[in-house]
């Protein structure tokens, strides 16, 4: 069975996003600011979720429709079949977003869907499932534009950056899709030396480390879909086992990863070491001006600081002028 879906991402990778879709056998790929649709089988959904190094969530559509006010947001819900997707004991949440939507308060708007998707199952079940803002098992999203909406349950649960790898951060961490879209758009290649001399929590090593070895970025995690009815766990085990068996041993990679802050140092020690991937990288605790190039050539990529890990905009003025004469 076919369906529609959506997948949000950083603006700006929308296009490293689509070729990824491709790439997974996606159909009728239709990017926009930020995300692309496509359409699939639930088996393109789940290698969605494993592989994209890019999307921040997979969306499945269950509902759309025209409204011009809450009560009309309210039928839409309720007419969708919600414990044909997910059981009453199941707590949930709704989050909205709009975009030159004509309601006066988004709050209300969310409140209305609660209790559509509630009003339905008390009428089916004769219960209704609780809502949890935090921890929800099930997550629902509405877009609401001028006159359409479109409703839809994540497959992903947690969104796709947390690859269940790092476990400490530094103040202002990159998030990880971010980190290997830019990876990509410098047009690094697998293969090639990379330095990181400002390597923070170690974001791009561990994007790239994981590139290099070809580990699909969410085979260390779980997914949404997991707690959906529709949950085919053979398929998704095959898939799994598939891009498991397919990583490589992890060796050294080439890629080299420096910081003056030596607690920097030591976080990214610590998460490549927790993600198995200590072996692929070489770390210093080095300031930027004293570094010096590991190979003949390569790619160099940082994320500089911008006022948050260190000082103030006069102290970062200083050192912008002395980063870019080295």
Same mark, same amino acid.
């Given at each position: ?11 700006? *990778? ?5 070729? @990824?879709?491709?790439? *997974? ?17 639930? *088996? ?11 999307? !921040? ?25 919600? &414990? ?44 209704? %499932?609780?809502?949890? !803002? ?38 202002? &961490? ?17 293969? !090639?030396?990379?330095?990181? &001399? ?6 791009? *090593? ?10 699909? %970025? ?60 200590? @072996? ?47």
């Amino acid at each position: 069975m076919h369906h529609q879906f959506f997948a949000t991402c950083p603006r700006g *990778l929308e296009a490293l996003l689509e070729a @990824e879709l491709k790439s *997974l056998n996606a159909r009728q790929i239709q990017p926009t600011d930020g995300g692309v649709g496509f359409a699939g089988d639930m *088996l393109v959904c789940y290698r969605a979720n494993l592989e994209s190094r890019i999307a !921040t969530r997979i969306l499945l559509q269950v509902g759309k429709g025209k409204y011009s006010n809450e009560d009309e947001l309210y039928q839409g819900a309720y007419k969708i079949d919600w &414990p044909q997707w997910f059981d009453v004991k199941q707590d949930f949440m709704v989050k909205v977003t709009g975009v030159k939507c004509p309601l006066k308060s988004l709050e209300f708007a969310t409140l209305r869907i609660k209790d559509a998707v509630c009003d339905r199952f008390r009428e089916a079940v004769g219960s209704r %499932p609780y809502i949890d !803002t935090r921890e929800p098992q099930v997550r629902l999203h509405a877009y609401l534009a001028a006159e359409d909406y479109q409703l839809y349950l994540d497959t992903s649960g947690q969104p796709l950056y947390q690859r269940g790898l790092r476990r400490a951060s530094i103040e202002a &961490p990159l998030r990880e899709n971010l980190a290997a879209g830019i990876l990509k758009l410098s047009g690094w290649q697998p293969g !090639t030396p990379l330095l990181d &001399p400002m390597c923070g929590s170690g974001t791009f *090593l561990l994007e790239a480390a994981m590139m290099s070895l070809d580990i699909a %970025p969410g085979s260390g995690r779980g997914f949404g879909f997991e707690r959906l009815k529709n949950f085919n766990s053979g398929a998704w085990q095959s898939l799994l086992k598939q891009a498991q068996s397919r990583a490589k041993p992890v060796t050294f990679q080439r890629l080299y990863g420096s910081d003056m802050d030596l607690r920097a140092v030591r976080i990214s020690r610590q998460n490549l070491q927790e993600a198995g991937l200590l @072996e692929a990288v070489q770390l210093a605790h080095t300031e930027f001006t004293a570094v010096v190039p590991p190979t003949p050539e390569g790619v160099l990529i940082a994320n500089p600081p911008y006022g948050v890990r260190i000082g103030e905009d006069e102290d970062l003025a200083a050192l912008y002028q002395k980063w870019a004469k080295h």
